[in-house]
């Protein structure tokens, strides 16, 4: 009597299972209302995990509108490299989907060098695009997304701090 080997059919069903199954990079996104610290948060993680941080503020990515946006100093930045941040002239037009191509690049750069990509500004638009937008996005990496909340009364504090310090 023969054994003879039984082999399964292969079956297509359109998936991309190495994709499914591989283990998937993290970004970690840093959300909230205006004032709420979303930057200095971004900068203390980038400070203890070897991250970059992308900035997705809509003004903040223009030139020149520092203080009119609150933009980050290069002392608050404490040596953290940022991206997306005031690289483009405020007489262009600056759209979600730029956002989405530069921001992606900015991710594949940030992990190819090994290091945890943040993303971090107020601009729900511009996070929108990249995750929703893009079908490939979640599928590629494990995001974990963090919301600023502050109280109405810390948030006027800092608010007034700010506008003395302009």
């Known amino acids: 009597m023969s ?3 039984l082999v399964q059919p292969r079956v297509n069903l359109g998936l ?15 959300m909230g209302a205006t004032g709420t610290g ?5 900068i203390d993680l980038a400070t203890h995990f070897p991250a970059e941080i ?5 003004m903040q ?12 100093t290069v002392e608050e930045c404490r040596g953290v490299p940022h991206h997306l941040l005031g690289i483009v002239d405020p ?10 191509h530069h921001a992606s690049l900015a991710v594949e750069s940030i992990l190819a060098e090994g290091r945890l990509p943040i993303i971090a500004g107020g601009s729900n638009s ?9 079908p ?27 506008v003395d310090k302009m």
Do not use: P
């Not at 991309?16 to 840093?30: C, G, H, Q, S, Y």
């Open 3 to 5: 054994a003879s080997k």
């Open 16 to 30: 991309n299972l190495e994709t499914i199954f591989r283990r998937k990079d993290k970004v970690v996104f840093v």
């Open 38 to 42: 979303k930057s200095r948060l971004a």
């Open 54 to 58: 992308v900035n997705s503020d809509k």
């Open 61 to 72: 990515v223009y030139k020149g509108l520092d203080i009119l946006t609150n933009k980050v």
């Open 91 to 100: 007489i262009s037009n600056f759209t979600s989907m730029d956002f989405q």
């Open 126 to 134: 511009y996070i929108e695009a990249l995750v929703n937008d893009d």
């Open 136 to 162: 490939e996005f979640q599928l590629r990496y494990e995001c974990c997304f963090l919301w600023v909340d502050v109280s109405l009364r810390v948030l006027h504090s800092f608010v007034s701090e700010r």
